[in-house]
């Protein structure tokens, strides 16, 4: 069974950063794709970035670039989201995911497997 494990969410104010783990247990870490997803109140939940399982590939969601990058340690079964410049907006609940292949799907709902049970993200202005 594969457990994700989401931390670091927290109360920050508007121009601040964070950085969000998901620490994963189970199959062989590096075989999987990961992606991070967020939903904020009301709202679907929404794609924010993918990393492949070597961590060579990258894709983000376009309204968080530059802003946002995700990364992983496959030493430390671990995949990250740094976020800086945060924004009121990025008032969210953050959830990890996992899938075991890359490509298109990775930034659907639908196209992972594994779920975390998230962390809540606060963006004060």
Do not use: H
């Amino acid at each position: 069974q594969v457990q994700l494990v989401e931390s670091g969410g927290g109360l920050v104010q508007a121009g601040g950063s964070l950085r969000l783990s998901c620490a994963v247990s189970g199959r062989t870490f590096n075989g999987y794709a990961m992606a991070w997803f967020r939903q904020a109140p009301g709202k679907e939940r929404e794609f924010v970035a993918a990393i492949s399982g070597s961590g060579g590939s990258t894709t983000q969601a376009d309204s968080m670039q530059g802003r946002f990058t995700i990364s992983r340690d496959n030493a430390k079964n671990t995949v990250y989201l740094q976020m800086i410049s945060l924004k009121p907006e990025d008032t969210a609940v953050y959830y990890c995911a996992a899938t075991f292949n890359w490509g298109q799907r990775v930034r659907s709902v639908d196209g992972m497997r594994y779920w975390g049970k998230g962390t809540l993200v606060t963006v004060s202005s």
